[in-house]
């Protein structure tokens, strides 16, 4: 009984894991690029769902079309959101950037509610039936096959995008050095709106996944993950791709296991708790290299 | 004592005798009290952040998590031990410090945006912890408590704090504190201890929002562990006030937290659009005017007295041409 508990916390994990790295995806690139903590992508995270949802709901989409639609919906939003807050002010203070940013993500939070209703809306049964998957005594549920699936495909797609076409050279180039890029006749700012747009289109996919996840979406449901995917691409060490990957699964699989073994109250504070190990004792994440202050 | 704390002091009594002479009247209700009982707290939170934030450079946006300490462990001894409010006030606030101390020497390790987040999650830890202790209340909130604090409490302690915080800032240990915000390496070079000042600076912080979240907590008589009471989003409303009146201005913040906690009662049917104009307020001062309304500077009396002369100064050189034209 104790080790199908388990299992079953450790599917949950993975499926939950592989979103938070998709969310985590789009914060590792944005901070690789211009530095920054972009607050608000937890929140274009839960446009996404609301995207999706709407898709599914009120235009009878079926699952595939509404996710590319809402992915196409979020990279317009982060790239507006880009232009308009955080573009004037490449060359501020970072901590100027950073109150910017919480302040787009309070201001899409309220907008999403003033639109959307604060209420939780869940989406229609049709658009995904359950089906159950027994192997031996483990249960696995077809969306938890889906959400895994469609992780780990647009992983792989975003993989061969950064390294394998010239806007992905482009934006390699940009995070490693900035002024250099420039310099070799790279156009930074539409690398960086690149950058946004592909990050806040993994988050929305994430959105749909969470939201097929939990049955529920809600204005505020991209506040706990969003934080949850940085803590996973600080954890793996922020700035590196792969690094976002390790830390979205690991954070995942651990947040389950503390529902496992502990209370489920404590859920949210593993993360914070992670966090403030990893900062304490590596700041630059696991896969990370140690970066000397120069004077 | 100078004259012009003489006066200083002599116009700070006189509004309070005037608000109790006014409430005695019945021309200030209850309600009204409250609200500005609630405006010396905010400003207790904004202008002891602002000694974090503003004035050592530490960006910490967990400042609600002391605040609180303050309010659950004074309002613990004060409702399941029976302890006088003011030596439970006082118990709440040295152990917001205490808790201060023990975040902020890992923690202000870390700088710029990584202290950001780290405080953001000790902030969050504390809220969720506080959530699981059943004594005092969980997730159904502390209620219960004795309405021990009246207008003249937060009024005299918000005085208190203002005073010891502008008094350190001024002091040795203060300009220490402002030179590890404009350079930390450099300051360390000429021999500032700058772990010392930062987690002083961070702990002094820390008790006066315990102070405030005491003062709070048996003020509403009941207080809950939700994001906008302890949580994340009452630190971002600490932080709007002292980003909006300036990082750096202990009269920024107070107009600042006496604005921000003013407007929500004015435009009473705009509640709703509250959280719109919040964020937007605190985007396009980061876009227009990154160092707040007053900047690093403070409004004295010297200063409108300068104001006013070049003001005048200038209206007599006009005057003193257009003679000379006609």
């Known amino acids: 009984m104790q080790w199908q508990l388990l299992a079953a916390q450790l599917i949950n994990g993975i499926a939950l894991g592989s979103t938070y790295a998709l969310i985590a995806l789009g914060y590792t690139m944005v901070y690789g690029i211009i530095r920054l903590i972009n607050f608000a992508h937890g929140d274009i995270f839960m446009l996404g769902a609301y995207f999706g949802l709407i898709a599914i709901s009120s235009y009878n989409l079926s699952l595939i079309p509404a996710m590319i639609i809402s992915m196409c919906l979020a990279a317009l939003v982060g790239i507006t959101l880009d232009r308009i807050a955080y573009r004037p002010l490449r060359q501020s203070p970072r901590i100027t950037v950073l109150i910017t940013a919480i302040g787009a993500s309070l201001l899409i939070q309220s907008l999403a509610q003033l639109i959307f209703g604060a209420d939780y809306r869940s989406f229609p049964a049709k658009a995904i039936p359950i089906k159950i998957i027994r192997l031996g005594s483990i249960i696995i549920t077809n969306r938890q096959i889906i959400i895994f699936g469609t992780a780990i495909l647009l992983m792989i797609l975003l993989h061969l995008i950064v390294n394998y076409t010239k806007l992905g050279k482009a934006m390699r180039a940009v995070s490693m050095d900035k002024e250099a890029a420039q310099l070799m006749g790279i156009n930074v700012d539409r690398v960086i709106a690149f950058t946004f747009a592909v990050g806040s289109a993994l988050a929305a996919a994430a959105g749909i996944l969470v939201g097929i996840l939990y049955n529920s979406v809600d204005p505020y449901m991209g506040t706990l993950p969003g934080l949850k995917a940085f803590v996973a691409a600080v954890l793996g060490g922020i700035g590196i791709i792969p690094g976002a990957v390790f830390g979205g699964f690991f954070m995942g699989i651990a947040e389950n296991m503390v529902v496992a073994f502990g209370s489920s109250t404590y859920r949210d504070a593993v993360a914070f708790a992670v966090l403030i190990l990893v900062l304490l004792i590596k700041p630059s994440g696991l896969l990370g290299k140690r970066v000397q202050e120069k004077v | ?326």
């Open chain 2, 1 to 326: 004592m100078t004259k012009r704390n003489i006066v200083v002091t002599a116009l700070l009594a006189g509004f309070y005798l005037l608000v109790q002479l006014l409430a005695a009247k019945r021309v200030l209700l209850p309600y009204d009290l409250q609200i500005l009982g609630l405006i010396c707290i905010n400003i207790m939170l904004a202008v002891s952040l602002n000694l974090i934030n503003g004035f050592t450079g530490q960006f910490s946006i967990g400042h609600a998590g002391f605040f609180g300490i303050g309010a659950y462990a004074s309002a613990y001894l004060t409702v399941v031990h029976d302890v006088p409010f003011l030596i439970a006030l006082c118990a709440g606030a040295v152990f917001a410090a205490v808790i201060g101390i023990v975040i902020g020497l890992p923690a202000l390790r870390l700088q710029g945006d990584y202290l950001a987040i780290a405080t953001l999650g000790f902030g969050e830890i504390i809220r969720v912890v506080i959530l699981n202790i059943p004594q005092v209340g969980g997730a159904r909130g502390f209620s219960g408590i004795s309405r021990a604090t009246s207008f003249g409490h937060t009024y005299l302690f918000m005085i208190l704090t203002v005073l010891i915080i502008k008094n350190f800032i001024s002091s040795y240990h203060g300009r220490a504190c402002i030179a590890v915000r404009e350079d930390e390496l450099a300051s360390e070079t000429l021999g500032i201890n700058t772990t010392f000042y930062k987690v002083s600076a961070f702990t002094l912080g820390a008790f006066f929002a315990g102070l405030a979240g005491g003062l709070f907590s048996h003020y509403m008589g009941y207080i809950n562990p939700a994001a906008n009471q302890i949580g994340f989003l009452k630190s971002i409303d600490i932080l709007i006030m002292v980003v909006l009146g300036g990082l750096g201005s202990i009269t920024g913040s107070i107009g600042a937290a006496i604005f921000l906690t003013l407007i929500p009662e004015l435009l009473r049917g705009l509640a709703e659009y509250r959280m719109i104009v919040y964020p937007i307020i605190l985007i396009l001062i980061m876009l227009f005017r990154p160092a707040g309304l007053l900047g690093g500077k403070e409004l004295s009396w010297d200063a409108l007295s300068r104001f006013y002369q070049r003001f005048a100064g200038k209206r007599q050189k006009q005057r003193v041409t257009g003679d000379g034209s006609e």
